[in-house]
């Protein structure tokens, strides 16, 4: 629950994201269990329709942090993103790779490998 206390609110995303299992996508689906047929029909996987919606909410909770200048908790749901989709077939998961590292330092905000950061 979030309570607008920047600490408590702050502890409760590190809680969820390091709790197992907490993505959507380790529970069952229907439409799987049915292997995607209904009344002789082919179904859509409802995942697919999900994944896009999850990506939209975890990239505005990282917007939100970084411009309340919480680059503490913008990294760290940064590298936590792939708890979200946890459980979810790879070929469906939102692909992020980083070709150097620069790309990677680019991506979490940091000036160089040697910078400090928000844990020292």
């Known amino acids: 629950m979030v309570t607008g206390d920047r600490d408590q609110d702050a502890q409760t995303v590190t809680n969820i994201i390091w709790s197992p299992k907490v993505s959507v996508f380790s529970a069952s689906f229907t439409c ?10 082919t ?13 939209a909410m975890f990239h505005a909770a990282c917007e ?3 411009n ?3 680059i503490g908790l913008f990294r760290k749901l940064l590298a936590h993103e ?15 790779r980083f070709e150097s590292v620069q790309d990677f330092l680019e991506h979490f905000e940091l000036k160089s490998v040697d910078s400090s950061t928000e844990n020292g």
């Open 32 to 41: 799987c269990e049915r292997g995607h047929r209904s009344n002789g029909k």
């Open 43 to 55: 179904l859509r996987c409802d995942k697919d329709s999900i994944v896009p919606i999850i990506e």
């Open 64 to 66: 939100r942090a970084r």
């Open 68 to 70: 309340s200048d919480d």
């Open 82 to 96: 792939w708890t979200l989709f946890d459980g979810l077939e790879d070929f469906r998961q939102p692909s992020r």
